[in-house]
């Protein structure tokens, strides 16, 4: 018999099923971090077992509370998952060429000009102008230099944007 007919009214509604969230990376392929980026993980990790939890065990009595606490393992799990693959780089050695953790100041066909940090594909965070080493624009800048233009495809299309700085994380 389905749990539909066995459930006594006052148990409350089911939770739904989380499901866990794929690692953005291929598997086999390393999880390249800035040292800022581990260490804002960590951060974050310590701060769900340590202080979120324990509130959230406290009242777990809640179906609602129950849900928040599943999902809160979920991020919990995600976050060892993501440090124990990490692969923390050193920030770049100088500004002559982009690599991982380079900051970069280009200048796209229509004029405009954007900042770009190149990170691990779990600091990605577009509102900063933080990409993943993966992302299509990133894989074109690396190993480029000061006035180099690259190509990459986007959304849109094919861009060339040139390299006009290169600093560091």
């Known amino acids: 018999m389905s749990k539909a007919f066995t459930r006594e009214e006052n148990e409350g509604p089911d939770l739904p099923e989380l499901s866990r969230r794929p ?76 690599t991982f953790g380079a900051t970069v100041t280009v200048r796209h066909r229509n004029g405009e000009q954007h900042i770009y940090r190149i990170v691990g594909v779990d600091e990605a965070d577009a509102d900063r102008g933080w990409i993943s080493w993966r992302s299509p624009i990133a ?19 094919e861009e060339i944007i040139e390299i006009l700085q290169i600093g560091e994380e």
Not at 75 to 80: A, D, G, P, S, V
Not at 139 to 157: M, T, W
């Open 139 to 157: 894989r074109a800048l690396i190993n480029a230099k000061p006035g180099q233009q690259v190509r990459f495809e986007s959304p849109d299309g």
């Open 23 to 98: 690692s953005a990376l291929p598997a086999g392929s390393t999880n390249y971090m800035t040292r800022a980026g581990a260490d804002r993980l960590r951060e974050e990790l310590v701060r769900l077992i340590e202080v979120e939890r324990p509130k959230l065990l406290a009242l777990s009595s809640d179906p609602e509370t129950k849900r928040r606490l599943a999902i809160l393992d979920q991020r919990i799990f995600q976050l060892e998952q993501s440090l124990e693959s990490a692969q923390v780089m050193s920030p770049p050695d100088s500004g002559d060429r982009v």
